[in-house]
C-alpha cells in the first residue's frame, strides 16, 4: 500500500488551481499599477497645492510668540 497526502490527512486533496487562473495577465496588472500612480499623484498634487487653513496658520504664530518669550 503506498502512503499518499490523501491517506494520511483522510481527506481528498482539492485539485491546485492553474498559475494561470490564479493571477491576472501582466497587461491588466500594469494597467491597475499605472491607475494607482496617477491617482497617487493626484492626490498628492492637491495636498500639496492646498493652502494653510487660516486656523492652523494663527495656532503656528501662536507658537512661534511663545516660543520667542522664553
Do not use: C, H, W
Not at 491517506?7 to 494607482?36: C, F, H, M, W, Y
Not at 492626490?43 to 518669550?69: A, H, M, T, W
Amino acid at each position: 500500500m503506498q502512503v499518499t497526502d490523501d491517506n494520511v490527512s483522510g481527506t481528498k486533496r482539492q485539485p491546485k488551481t492553474p498559475p494561470s487562473a490564479q493571477t491576472p495577465p501582466q497587461q491588466e496588472e500594469d494597467g491597475v499599477d499605472a491607475l494607482i500612480d496617477q491617482n497617487l499623484r493626484k492626490v498628492y498634487d492637491d495636498l500639496v497645492e492646498d493652502e494653510i487653513p487660516d486656523r492652523f496658520r494663527s495656532l503656528l504664530d501662536q507658537l512661534r510668540r511663545q516660543e520667542g518669550g522664553k
